[in-house]
């Protein structure tokens, strides 16, 4: 399978993940001039801006540690484009990391604050 399959396959397990516990996905692959979110989604009163990330072994480290600082500020310039594209400015807003290492799932809620 090729790295982008892999990632949307990643992406498909982290979304019914998502669902699965009460979020409703807005968007996938939101593309800004910036970078890519995967996955747009609301949670009670939050935007949520989910990064996620598979891997098959943990030998190279879990894979929710590879979202670096670089990789958050990105995801951040992103998240406001698509805050201001949508004209919910002032929204509250959170930062999620799905990590996924084979066939575990985790989550971490308000991962990173830019």
């Not at 996620?52 to 480290?61: D, L, P």
């Not at 698509?82 to 002032?90: D, Q, V």
Request: a positive charge.
């Amino acid at each position: 399978m090729n790295t982008r399959l892999e990632g949307t396959a990643g992406e498909n397990v982290a979304e019914e993940y998502l669902k699965n516990l009460g979020y409703k996905i807005l968007e996938r692959n939101f593309t800004a001039p910036h970078g890519e979110i995967d996955i747009v989604a609301k949670e009670g009163k939050y935007i949520v801006f989910v990064e996620v990330k598979r891997r098959k072994t943990s030998r190279f480290g879990l894979p929710q540690e590879a979202v670096t600082v670089q990789k958050q500020r990105v995801i951040a310039q992103c998240a406001a484009y698509w805050l201001a594209k949508n004209k919910l400015y002032g929204a509250p807003v959170r930062f999620d990391v799905v990590g996924i290492l084979d066939d575990d799932v985790t989550l971490i809620r308000d991962a990173f604050r830019p």
